[in-house]
């Protein structure tokens, strides 16, 4: 019997490659994902219940409970977005010298 040992190593940029040959789907749900993962440490870093993120929110608790578990396939872009503004925060993107880069930035208030 022969017991050699096969090692195999996969890269990824974005591990949404492992699941979809669609750059573009890939890249959506990467964005997804850091969406929910940034709402989610403002709303631990303000040490808000599941309830009061909600209203905040403006998401009932058990989407709540989906957005911090991670269910993806819950929310678009546009929702994910919109959270992130009810709270206070926006996305900035800028491009200078052939780069692009994202910032989260306060919504000034009034």
Not at 17 to 38: F, G, H, N, P, Y
Not at 43 to 54: C, E, F, V
Not at 77 to 104: E, H, N, W
Request: proline share 2%.
């Amino acid at each position: 019997m022969n017991n050699k040992v096969v090692k195999m190593t996969l890269e990824y940029s974005n591990i949404f490659d492992a699941i979809t040959e669609d750059k573009a789907e890939a890249s959506e749900l990467q964005t997804r994902s850091d969406l929910m993962i940034v709402i989610r440490d403002i709303i631990n870093a303000k040490n808000w219940s599941q309830a009061h993120a909600g209203v905040q929110l403006g998401l009932t608790q058990p989407r709540v409970s989906d957005l911090v578990n991670g269910r993806i396939d819950k929310f678009s872009i546009d929702k994910l977005m919109t959270c992130l503004y009810r709270i206070g925060f926006r996305f900035k993107p800028s491009f200078t010298d052939d780069q692009l880069t994202m910032a989260v930035e306060a919504v000034k208030t009034h």
